[in-house]
């Protein structure tokens, strides 16, 4: 099956970049957690999948109560402007949490 864009995207970071990604959605505090739960399990699966370990992406947006949503999609911008001088490539970070928007929206499939 090809990928879809989440896929794609977290494909594209480098190494570096979805480590920090996970590490900053990881440890972030006094924001909606099902948003931070979705990035870091998206960028846990894309280390893994590098590293041999292939499963099945779980549902992103399971991790997001209904009316949590509008909250999330708002962090999810206000997110990568705050922390996008932690990457390398910034713009294929900004990417990801598009994608993850994407997802949580029902607008793309995770994979």
């Known amino acids: 099956?090809?990928?879809?864009?989440?896929?794609?995207?977290?494909?594209?970071?480098?190494?570096?970049?979805?480590?920090?990604?996970?590490?900053?959605?990881?440890?972030?505090?006094?924001?909606?957690?099902?948003?931070?739960?979705?990035?870091?399990?998206?960028?846990?699966?894309?280390?893994?999948?590098?590293?041999?370990?292939d499963f099945e992406m779980l549902p992103l947006g399971e991790a997001i109560s209904e009316g949590d949503l509008d909250a999330a999609l708002g962090l999810a911008v206000a997110f990568?402007?705050?922390?996008?001088?932690?990457?390398?490539?910034?713009?294929q970070v900004r990417e990801v949490l598009i994608a993850i928007v994407g997802v949580l929206t029902g607008t793309q499939s995770r994979h």
């Open 1 to 53: 099956m090809a990928p879809d864009r989440l896929t794609a995207v977290l494909a594209s970071l480098c190494d570096a970049d979805l480590e920090v990604l996970r590490e900053l959605a990881d440890g972030a505090h006094g924001h909606p957690a099902g948003l931070l739960a979705a990035i870091t399990h998206a960028a846990d699966w894309e280390l893994r999948r590098r590293g041999g370990i």
């Open 80 to 91: 990568h402007a705050s922390i996008a001088d932690r990457f390398q490539h910034p713009a």
